[in-house]
């Protein structure tokens, strides 16, 4: 079975999207991905500066098949996010864009980004990866 390196993108004021995102993900039993997202318990601490920052998530998002990015409209105000979606534009990487359960508008700032739109629903999220990355 092939396993997909995805970087979860997501806002630390909403950290229950990225726990619920990876039960959707771990939802699937015939579908295998190593996570490279920096969830808020387990941030990158040794970064001092916004540059050094930067530079951590560039090397957790180098190895990655896919960026997942949660398509809130908060997602649109983010510094991090914005800097995630440049760092996967310049490293050429899938980026699909996560419709949070129930949304009626998502980010147009993820909307422009992305790849792919996928519907909040472990199918949806599922197929999308299969569908744009290769392992």
């Known amino acids: 079975m092939q396993t997909y390196h995805l970087f979860i993108s997501h806002s630390w ?36 500066t916004d540059k050094q920052l930067e530079v951590a998530l560039e090397n957790k998002i180098r190895p990655c098949s896919a ?15 914005n800097k995630e979606i440049e760092i996967a534009r310049r490293m050429g990487k899938v980026i699909i864009a996560i419709k949070p359960f129930g949304a009626e508008r998502i980010s147009t700032v ?26």
């Open 67 to 81: 960026v997942l990015i949660m398509a809130g409209m908060y997602s649109t105000y983010s510094k991090w996010i």
């Open 110 to 135: 993820v909307r422009n980004a992305a790849h792919a739109e996928c519907a909040w629903n472990t199918k949806s999220i599922i197929s999308a990866i299969r569908l744009h990355t290769a392992v």
């Open 13 to 48: 004021t909403y950290p229950h999207a990225h726990d619920n995102l990876v039960r959707l993900l771990n939802a699937q039993p015939d579908f295998t991905y190593k996570n490279f997202s920096v969830p808020t318990h387990n941030p990158i601490v040794d970064a001092k």
